[in-house]
Each structure stands twice: as C-alpha cells, then as structure tokens.
C-alpha cells in the first residue's frame, strides 16, 4: 500500500473520531447545563383524549423549564390550559403545586409558577442566531419517562403552525430531535444550553418531523404572560382562505399581488361587518401591508391594531374598494 495513501487513511479516521467525540461534549455539556431546570408537569381534571394506559379521565403531562430563579415555568399551553390541578416534579424528587401565571393559546405557550426561590433556569437563545444544521438538543419527559435526553439538527426554520385556537404560529422550528408525547413545553436548546425553541409539537405519520416555537417568539410571549398575564391581539371577525389573484383582475386593476386572502365568512356585528366588507371580497391590503395569506394578516393585527382605525382594500366585482375598519381585541 502506498504509505502516503495509508497516512491520509489514518488521519480521516482520526479527524472522524475527533469530530465524533466533539458532537457528544456538546450535548453531554448542553444537557447538563440546562437538565435541572427541566421539570415535569402533571395535571388533572382536564378535558383529555382517551389514549391507552391513562390511570384516570382527566390526568395528562408534559414539560416545562424554569424561566426565572422564583419559580416560573415557561411550557405550553395545551399542557396546563383548563387544568384544575397542576404538579410539578423537579429533577431532585420534589414536587410542588403550580398554578397559571398566563395562558396565550395562539402560540400554544403558559408560565405557570411554584411558591419556590433559589432555582436553576434557563435562558433563551438569539432566535436571530438560529441556523438550519446546528445541533438541537431536546429535554423533557416523553411517554412519562422523566429527564430524557434526545439531540438531532435544526431541520428549518420559519414553518408555520396551526395552533388549538386556529391561528397560526409563525417561525416555528422544525428538527429531527425525537419527541414523543410528554416532550410537550420542555426546550430544545443548542450547545450552549441555550433554549432556541419550545418543543411544541409532533406529526406522528410523518416519522419523526418535530417542532418547536422559535425563541423569539417565546420570549416575547412570556414576557408579556409575566408581566400582564396575557397577549393582547387585534382582529377583524372574518373567515377566509388563501386566494390566488386572477392574472386578468391584475391586468385590469393593477393590482401587483399574486394572492390574497378570500373572504368566506364575516361576524355581522364584528369590526370587518361594521365597516362593510362582504362575503366573496379579496382582500389584498391592510394598512401599508400587502396581504397575500391569512398568516400574513395574524402577523398583521398585532396589538398596535386595537382600536385604531385601519384602511383595507378588497377586490370586488372586478374593481377594486377601499373600506376603514376599526379592529377590536380578540377575547
């Protein structure tokens, strides 16, 4: 063998095993730093899908991590939502009772607090700094097996998700980190402990696509869930679809969009029936913004929104009409 070629051999080997041992210090680093503010949470008489192996109607779990050195827990809010008791078991054998701090459904995000001080937390990442191929570590409780560890890359970023109450929830991560259910409101976090995503999320059939609420995202919910227990949003009471705007409207209108959003449906007292818009209308622009999905007006009406009034532009009947709604805080 050409001992040039054999040299070249060995070293690939070892740069492998470099690399390799590399990979598992920063999750074996990542996870210690971050594992103890891992919790498990458990709630009873709530409303639950019956699955196999439940003891009780009403009993489910999940994660959750601690946000806060006092006892806030930053997990989602379909884990705690209409629970009547919730539990939570720390890494060291305690448990505490919990109760809810803020719940904001349209993210799937809660912080629910423990009467509990001197407690390790974790902190959230730069969502900025996030990059599709970087280590995703994921801790939480899966399938009821407390503190499991399961690491994998960020797949994508900017999915969207449909949450429980139907809007939708942008910059989601997606990975191929495992998750399982219980994994639910725990971190995912990236080599250095920090927590880029809340594990939110699981397509069964889809073997193994997870995902998780972007950091940014999370940190500005629960800052607002901390501070006024709630997210305030702004909407404007229709129904609608994704709509593509036909190439012979936008010839004859000049209308520059390719898509809007269709309405099929309007509250007749709600603040887009005050203002008139109608069933059948495309509607294309909200304030300065084109509107060209219905993801696009949810990031839209933000609480900025609220009670201020706003131009809309529909397309109808072949031309184009200019309406002004007043949008009113979402209950």
């Known amino acids: 063998m050409d001992p040039i070629c054999s040299i070249n051999s060995t070293a690939s080997v070892n740069d492998d095993s470099e690399l390799l041992d590399a990979y598992s210090h920063a999750v074996v680093g ?26 009780q109607p009403g009993e489910g779990g999940g994660s959750g991590f601690f946000i806060t050195p006092d006892g806030f827990i930053c997990t989602n809010s379909h884990v705690v939502s209409g629970a009547k008791e919730i539990r939570v078991f720390l890494p060291d054998g305690r448990d505490f009772e919990a109760k809810i701090v803020g719940d904001d459904p349209a993210t799937d995000l809660a912080v629910i607090q423990i009467n509990q001080s001197n407690l390790p937390f974790a902190q959230f990442a730069d969502s900025a700094k996030i990059k599709v191929g970087q280590v995703a570590i994921a801790i939480g409780n899966p399938l ?41 409101g725990g971190p995912l976090v990236n080599s250095a402990g920090e927590v880029i995503g809340v594990n939110t999320a699981i397509i069964l059939a889809a073997q193994g696509i997870c995902f998780a609420i972007g950091s940014g995202t999370a940190d500005f919910v629960v800052s607002k869930l901390l501070t006024v227990g709630k997210v305030r949003r702004a909407y404007l009471g229709i129904g609608g679809q994704n709509s593509p705007v036909p190439k012979s409207f936008r010839s004859l209108l000049g209308v520059e969009a390719s898509s809007g959003v269709l ?55 072949r031309s184009r009409k200019r309406l002004e709604v007043v949008p009113q805080e979402l209950s």
Not at 278 to 291: K, S
């Open 30 to 55: 990542a996870s210690a730093r971050v594992s103890q503010s891992v919790v498990s949470i458990r709630v009873k008489g709530k409303e639950m899908p019956k699955r196999p192996g439940r003891q």
């Open 144 to 184: 009821g097996f407390d503190y499991t560890v399961t690491a994998g890359v960020v797949s994508a970023l900017g999915r969207t998700l449909q949450s429980q109450s139907g809007r939708m929830i942008d910059n989601v991560i997606q990975t191929d980190a495992a998750l399982n259910p219980g994994n639910s």
């Open 263 to 317: 309405v099929r449906s309007v509250e007749a007292n709600g603040p887009a029936g005050k203002a008139g818009l109608l069933m059948g209308d495309l509607l294309i622009r909200i304030g300065d913004h084109a509107v060209s999905s219905i993801e696009a007006i949810h990031r839209l009406l933000d609480e900025e929104k609220i009670g201020k009034r706003v131009e809309v532009e529909v397309i109808r009947e």
